[in-house]
């Protein structure tokens, strides 16, 4: 019997220590430990224990506010460095201690924002930005580097400045413009008359023989298909760098839940949604032609779709390089811009397919008008809610 009992205690004993090794493994709770800035490790609040969890980023679904503890003392400073959009806010101890008014690279000193009666010690730093969600990844202590005065000894110190940190995926960035570059060059030096078809400056508004000649091509070509991809890349690119707030949508979190830091994987994944939107337009487009009895006009209006897309597609690149440039200094005028082109892009689509519809047909016949309401407007105005009108 006393075998038996033995026995049983160590298997009890053991089933206990596998259940909070599970747990333990799930949340790796992270007591309020002092700390000499700021980590990676950051918290979010579980509701239903109402206890502060490990983030992680594959585990958990994101959320808008995150938690750390930090060791902060009144008169010894902690500057922290971070990428904020307008709203961000930060809060000491359930206090509010800083709002962004305007998208940009911040430095602040944690230590200069506490009450004036706070102790040194333990204080809990919160995270927190309306209806999106913040770029963690940016967090990082401010590098300080020496500052020398004009007249004194070059080793002589005098001052620390915080150092402002690049973007983080900035390189990645460089190399994928790199490599969008030498694709169209090399695509126009290869495909040089279907090339000249679509980039035509002269033929945008009015209507040419090239234009004509590309609205009777096949449109399923292997020069359109890379074309596309190039697009699609260039426009990922942006949707990365700049229009991050997508990310937030409910249904694209929960089918494809790609951590912040993965700045690779997050520019093949929006490739690979937008040139899906591109291609797979045609299949919406022969669906609703069905509907309204126009499938005549399926594929002029598909042809004009991806020639329109294609040609403004140039022009993104171009923004890449100017927020790489200035998204620092001017990140509002980055953003504007930004905005302008994506509006741009869209809106001069849908004129353009909305041109080529009513010379086939007038656009005035109420039908006709209703088959471009629910082929091109009301899709316009999604887009723009989603990547523009979000800002």
């Known amino acids: 019997m006393p075998i038996r009992s033995f026995l049983r205690r160590i298997l009890l004993l ?4 596998t259940q ?19 980590t990676s490790d950051w918290l979010i609040h579980d509701e239903v224990q109402n206890r502060l969890v490990l983030y992680l980023p594959d585990y ?9 503890w930090l060791t902060i003392r009144p008169k010894k400073p902690l500057r922290i460095s971070f990428t904020a959009r307008q709203k961000l806010s930060l809060f000491l101890d359930n206090q509010l201690v800083f709002t962004a008014p305007r998208p940009a690279f911040y430095t602040v000193d944690l230590a200069q924002l506490l009450p004036a009666k706070a102790i040194a010690g333990p204080h809990l730093l919160c995270v927190w930005q309306p209806e999106a969600i913040p770029n963690l990844a940016s967090f990082t202590n401010a590098i300080t580097v020496p500052v020398v005065e004009k007249g004194k000894a070059k080793g002589t110190v005098v001052a620390a400045q915080p150092r402002l940190r690049g973007h983080q995926g900035q390189n990645v960035f460089l190399c994928f413009l790199l490599l969008i570059g030498l694709a169209y060059g090399g695509l ?25 000649d590309f609205l009777m091509k096949p449109t399923i070509t292997w020069l359109n298909i890379v074309l596309v991809l190039l697009f699609s890349l260039s426009f990922a690119l942006l949707l990365v760098a700049i229009h991050t707030n997508i990310q937030s949508i409910v249904i694209l979190r929960r089918l494809f839940d790609v951590p912040e830091s993965a700045i690779v994987l997050r520019v093949l994944l929006y490739t690979a949604l937008v040139a899906g939107f591109v291609l797979g337009k045609y299949l919406f487009l022969e669906l609703m032609g069905y509907i309204f009895d126009v499938t005549d006009l399926v594929m002029v209006q598909y042809r004009e779709f991806i020639r329109t897309v294609l040609f403004m597609g140039l022009f993104l690149p171009l923004v890449m390089f100017l927020y790489l440039g200035l998204n620092q200094r001017l990140p509002e005028t980055v953003l504007w811009v930004s905005n302008g082109v994506v509006s741009l892009l869209l809106v001069g689509t849908v004129l353009r397919v909305a041109r080529t519809l009513h010379r086939k047909g007038s656009l005035l016949n109420l039908h006709l008008f209703s088959y471009l309401c629910a082929t091109e407007v009301i899709p316009l105005v999604i887009l723009l809610k989603l990547i523009v009108f979000t800002y």
Do not use: D, K, M, V
Request: hydrophobic share 35%; net charge positive.
């Open 60 to 68: 958990h679904a994101p959320a808008q506010a995150y938690y750390q």
């Open 14 to 17: 053991s089933l206990l220590l």
């Open 188 to 212: 126009r030096a290869t495909y040089q008359p279907g090339f000249a078809r679509i980039y035509q400056f002269e033929g945008l508004w009015g209507q040419s023989s090239q234009e004509q």
């Open 20 to 38: 909070s090794l599970a747990q333990a493994a799930e949340y790796r709770l992270l007591p309020p430990a002092p700390r000499g800035g700021l």
